[in-house]
């Protein structure tokens, strides 16, 4: 795993702009995209360049069980008001946390996985070492799947929604092992409430209890942190 320290987010989003940048230039064909506000400031680079997206599929991480893809808070509407709507990709995916039949729509998302391999992955990390939305305990071996979320993503999370109750409690999230299937990863992660989970993901023991630790077992991950993210490394 590559550390990459920078000075801040803008740095960061920079360097995490120039190694998409060289991948599509190397035929990177498929770019799988995470939603937070960590990549917000990315998206706006992305959205800023001469980088044409027409050729290219992106495949979301996840997204909440319950919203329709036009509720505000869904992870459609974020991909749709930070990227898609200036930046049109060939295909654009993210789980649909409506349909009827979860499970069968987790199937459905892994196949498209297995049918355009992702050349590059972003991620964003939860104070808890979560990835898309596999929470601490998730086995590796999961593929996508249906998510009951931690108390303590809930919390993390309500700072988007009117009241916390308007959280949703369940998701839909490519698991551990369709994740590791990309090419590359690359993780962000930027500020102090970052650090911890940072520090286990890079010096700690590879263990569920720290979904992101998996990354040690992955031959092409980078992340790149801002100076209060790595204060504990
Ligand atoms: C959510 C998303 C993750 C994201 C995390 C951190 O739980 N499912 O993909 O990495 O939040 O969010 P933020 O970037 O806002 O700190």
New binding site residues.
């Given amino acids: 795993m590559q550390v990459i320290k920078v000075a801040d987010k803008v740095a960061g989003s920079q360097k995490a702009f120039e190694i998409i940048a060289t991948g599509m230039q190397a035929n990177a064909k498929v770019l799988g995209l995470?939603?937070?506000?960590?990549p917000e400031t990315l998206y706006q680079k992305m959205v800023d360049s001469e980088l044409d997206f027409s050729q290219t599929t992106s495949i979301n991480?996840?997204e909440y069980v319950g919203l329709t893809a036009d509720n505000d808070q869904s992870y459609h509407y974020f991909m749709n008001q930070h990227l898609f709507q200036y930046k049109p990709f060939k295909n654009s995916y993210v789980p649909n946390g409506n349909a009827s039949d979860l499970d069968a729509e987790a199937k459905h998302y892994d196949q498209l996985i297995d049918d355009n391999p992702i050349d590059i992955q972003i991620?964003?990390?939860?104070q808890n070492g979560?990835?898309?939305?596999n929470e601490p305990g998730t086995p590796f071996d999961c593929g996508t799947h249906r998510v009951q979320l931690t108390q303590s993503?809930i919390d993390?999370?309500a700072r988007f929604f009117a009241n916390e109750d308007d959280v949703p409690r369940e998701a839909i999230s490519m698991g551990i092992a369709s994740i590791m299937k990309s090419k590359h990863i690359l993780l962000l992660a930027f500020g102090a409430n970052k650090a911890d989970a940072i520090a286990k993901t890079v010096n700690g023991p590879v263990s569920e209890d720290c979904p992101a630790s998996v990354l040690q077992n992955h031959p092409n991950a980078t992340i790149i942190v801002d100076e209060a993210a790595a204060a504990n490394l």
């Fill in positions: 995470a939603t937070g506000s960590t991480l996840d991620l964003g990390i939860g979560h990835i898309g939305f993503t993390a999370n």
